[in-house]
């Protein structure tokens, strides 16, 4: 049971660089989720999408660019990697049907230098 | 604008006593609250929630308790034990909409052998 799945788990990129996060999950889950997690924050909203072909922004998506071609993949674009995106990225999906948890996957370790 | 709050940052406890963390909210049109645990280097992991029509909900040695008038919950985890050392999250959501969670900024819980 595999649940959500992310990869790479570490990455390293220079100013300028760009790279895709991807994360799938099989649960088949409508809704799915992008967060991103600060040192000594609470995970933010970047991207989220209810279904395949349907996306949309959350409070922090300046900087990156998701798509869902498919109910299983949701992959998040970074286009020019900044010093401010250095963070851990979360993705989580859930059946969307109301009153319940997310699940999310073990997060992929981004820095920008 | 944070509409979750943690305030305490960390908390320090003695294995077999009671562990309290605490949340407040901001926005009193959530309709469900949850708790989430999260270990170093890990996704975070669903741990209990409730409904904004109850006021508790028990599994096991954890406890949630919510009180609208306030816009107040508390997590209660009796007793304590070394396993439970983690950063605890308190999240929000709607039934309706994109149904994404608000992350408070997290709890560190230590729990002293």
């Known amino acids: 049971n595999a649940g959500v799945t992310q990869t790479p788990k570490f990455r390293i990129l220079k100013i300028g660089q760009s790279m895709t996060l991807q994360c799938t999950q099989d649960m088949n889950h409508n809704y799915m989720y992008w967060y991103r997690q600060d040192p000594g924050m609470g995970l933010k909203l970047i991207y989220y999408?209810?279904?395949?072909?349907?996306?949309d922004k959350g409070e922090v998506p300046n900087g990156y660019n998701v798509s869902r071609s498919t109910t299983e993949d949701f992959p998040l674009r970074l286009e020019l990697a900044a010093p401010s995106q250095t963070s851990v990225y979360f993705c989580a999906s859930s059946s969307g049907t109301g009153n319940e948890k997310l699940f999310f996957g073990s997060g992929t370790q981004l820095s920008v230098l | 604008d944070q509409q979750v709050k943690q305030n305490s940052p960390s908390l320090s406890v003695q294995e077999g006593r009671i562990s309290i963390l605490n949340c407040d909210y901001t926005?009193?049109?959530?309709?469900?609250f949850l708790w989430y645990k999260k270990y170093p280097a890990e996704g975070p992991t669903f741990l209990i929630s409730i409904s904004s029509i109850k006021d508790k909900n028990e599994d096991g040695r954890f406890t949630v308790f919510l009180n609208k008038s306030a816009k107040h919950l508390s997590l209660h985890i009796v007793p304590s034990q070394p396993g439970d050392s983690a950063v605890y999250f308190c999240?929000?959501?709607?039934?309706?909409?994109?149904?994404?969670?608000?992350f408070g900024s997290g709890t560190r819980l230590q729990v002293q052998p």
């Open positions: 999408s209810v279904g395949a072909g349907i996306t």
């Open positions: 926005n009193s049109m959530f309709d469900y």
């Open positions: 999240a929000a959501s709607f039934n309706t909409g994109r149904r994404a969670l608000t």
